[in-house]
């Protein structure tokens, strides 16, 4: 059984990143860009995946011992301007990634959410 804490870490700045510490792991959940309004779906793809990196940081991780992606998006057609992004960030560890379509987030300008997984035995 994990330890749920919600993380309301200065650095996410009104992020509701939840973070549960899982047996030898790390999940990271509802991880989205900070100040969404007005940014791009790149744009916050690069801002929450920066802010996932200081979560995992904090907890003595990388993005390098990522092993599950999941990509939530409310809609799909501007998703493919996130790849450069994802390609620089995870090519190298090549984590199993799910990709959700969300009708809409509680959020109205939030247009992606990630959670990222460490799990134990895989890094």
């Known amino acids: 059984m994990g330890n749920t ?5 200065h650095h996410l700045s009104g992020s509701h990143a939840r973070v549960e510490r899982i047996s030898g792991g ?6 989205c860009a ?26 003595g991780y990388s993005m390098q011992d990522v092993t599950r992606v999941t990509y939530l998006v409310s809609d799909t057609r501007d998703f493919p301007s996130c ?10 560890i090549s984590p199993s990634v799910t990709l959700m379509w969300v009708k809409k987030f509680a959020n109205p300008h939030v247009k992606i959410e990630f959670e990222l997984g460490v799990e134990p035995g895989l890094v």
Not at 26 to 31: E, F
Not at 83 to 92: D, E, G, N
């Open 83 to 92: 790849f450069p992004t994802l390609r620089h960030v995870f090519s190298a």
């Open 34 to 59: 900070p100040h969404p309004e007005g940014e791009s779906i790149a744009g916050q793809c690069r801002t929450a995946l920066d802010a996932g990196a200081t979560l995992l940081a904090d907890y």
């Open 26 to 31: 790390l999940k990271i959940s509802g991880l």
């Open 5 to 9: 804490v919600q993380n309301s870490a």
